[in-house]
């Protein structure tokens, strides 16, 4: 959806994307464990109305909510009060956002498509250069996909990833987890699909095991761009 179409969307008191966090928001916690996670500093770009923000919150992390509307941020902070949790809030479009400083995880779900291609190499360089050592980045894109259509309230300012392009990014890094798959969705009251890919990827840590998984992703990259 368009900024103007979030914007309002987000104007109204019920929240659209519902309070409860998004199931992606649970598998921060099985990298960190509960004893570990006070204070440490979280950025979660595209919060929207604020549901994986005051999860996160409430889990014990230090918490940024990145979002371009500001109706949004208001209703994340809205909801932080009702839970009794703190976040902080920042208005800021992902394409020319400057995180303001390093952060422990870098989470981004429903957003990364508002990136426009030109500049991803310079944003994603930058969340890395903000990224902790030992950090974690746990990123959401739409990609393309032969057996999807694009999605009928797909907006204008939106742009899908190629479906090895995500894990290029954090290609030198720790690949914790990555896999791409379908869903059903009917945002805008339109049932429709949509494809994704997630990677789960770590700074600093590289083990015998990950630099096997590095050179067989290496490999895959090589044989997937001559094809």
């Known amino acids: 959806m368009d900024k103007d179409k979030l914007q309002e969307i987000y104007l109204k008191e019920e929240y659209y994307w519902r309070t409860e966090p998004n199931e ?43 979002d371009i509307s500001p109706a949004g941020l208001m209703k994340a902070e809205k909801l932080a009060s009702k839970e009794k949790v703190a976040i902080k809030t920042l208005d800021a479009d992902i394409n020319d956002l400057i995180m303001p400083k390093e952060v422990d995880i870098i989470y981004s779900i429903g957003t990364l498509q508002y990136l426009h291609p030109q500049n991803r190499n310079r944003q994603f360089q930058h969340l890395k250069e903000k990224t902790r050592d030992g950090g974690l980045h746990i990123l959401f894109a739409f990609i393309e996909h032969p057996e999807v259509e694009i999605a009928p309230d797909w907006g204008k300012n939106e742009y899908l990833y190629g479906r ?59 044989i997937f761009s001559k094809t």
């Open 164 to 222: 090895e392009e995500l894990q290029s990014y954090d290609k030198e890094w720790d690949i914790l987890d990555t896999y791409e798959y379908i869903f059903d969705c009917s945002s805008s009251s339109i049932p429709h699909r949509h494809a994704a890919r997630v990677i789960i990827a770590k700074y600093g840590s590289v083990t015998p095991i990950s630099l096997i998984k590095k050179f067989f992703f290496v490999i895959s990259l090589s």
């Open 24 to 66: 992606l928001s649970r598998k921060v916690l099985k990298y960190i464990p509960e004893d570990q996670r006070k204070e440490r500093k979280l950025v979660d770009i595209g919060a929207g109305e604020g549901r994986d923000s005051v999860f996160f919150a409430k889990e014990g992390f230090e918490v940024l909510a990145v």
